[in-house]
T-cell receptor
């Protein structure tokens, strides 16, 4: 099992550009999450999904959109990137509410 | 939302010594308290968790204690080794059944 994988690993965007981050899990988990990690602030939840076809807002959803068209994939989109979105993004999945399994992260820089 | 304060932000110990990281919270309804370890360049990994009906849980060299009355929980690592060097995050399940993370503790174990 690959667990949770994220694509790409690194990306540099110019302000106003758009991009999509892909998260895939092969553990048949129902729940999936997108977090951002900034220095000294821990992980903050952007959006999450409790099953295929469902999405919900987390703590910091502004400027991001998500889709969960297939159970194994969870996409995070930035329609118009801003420097404030420079961060490391982590995807996670869990079989139910509790134990979360994290991917390796995507480091995004917006200039 | 829920606020989780984690202390200290950095901790340096000598190999073989013990390390203690403490988190305090405000929401008395929280019932699930996990700890994650994040190595450089990787995603967080669950190392131990505790539910509210248990005061202490131990797994080899690591243990977690929970004091619901005082609203704090702690991670204890005994006989530290260089491979314990990492960033540790506490978390708890908030009222929305999502995890809220502390700001992290960078642990450095000096050989």
């Amino acid at each position: 099992n690959a667990g949770v994988t994220q694509t790409p690993k690194f990306r540099v965007l110019k302000t106003g550009q758009s991009m999509t981050l892909l998260c895939a899990q092969d553990m048949n988990h129902e729940y999936m999450y997108w977090y951002r990690q900034d220095p000294g602030m821990g992980l903050r939840l952007i959006h999450y999904s409790v099953g295929e076809g469902t999405t919900a807002k987390g703590e910091v959803p502004d400027g991001y959109n998500v889709s969960r068209l297939k159970k194994q994939n969870f996409l995070l989109g930035l329609e118009s990137a801003a420097p404030s979105q420079t961060s490391v993004y982590f995807c996670a999945s869990s079989p139910q509410r509790y134990e979360q399994y994290f991917g390796p992260g995507t480091r995004l820089t917006v200039t | 939302g829920e606020n989780v304060e984690q202390h200290p932000s950095t901790l340096s110990v000598q190999e073989g010594d013990s390390a203690v990281i403490k988190c305090t919270y405000s929401d008395s309804a929280s019932n699930y308290f996990p700890w994650y370890k994040q190595e450089l360049g990787k995603g967080p990994q669950l190392i131990i968790d505790i539910r509210s009906n248990v005061g202490e849980k131990k797994d080899q060299r690591i243990a977690v204690t929970l004091n619901k009355t005082a609203k704090h929980f702690s991670l204890h690592i005994t006989e530290t080794q260089p491979e314990d060097s990492a960033v540790y995050f506490c978390a708890l399940e908030d009222a929305g059944n999502m995890l809220t993370f502390g700001g992290g503790t960078r642990l450095m174990v000096k050989p």
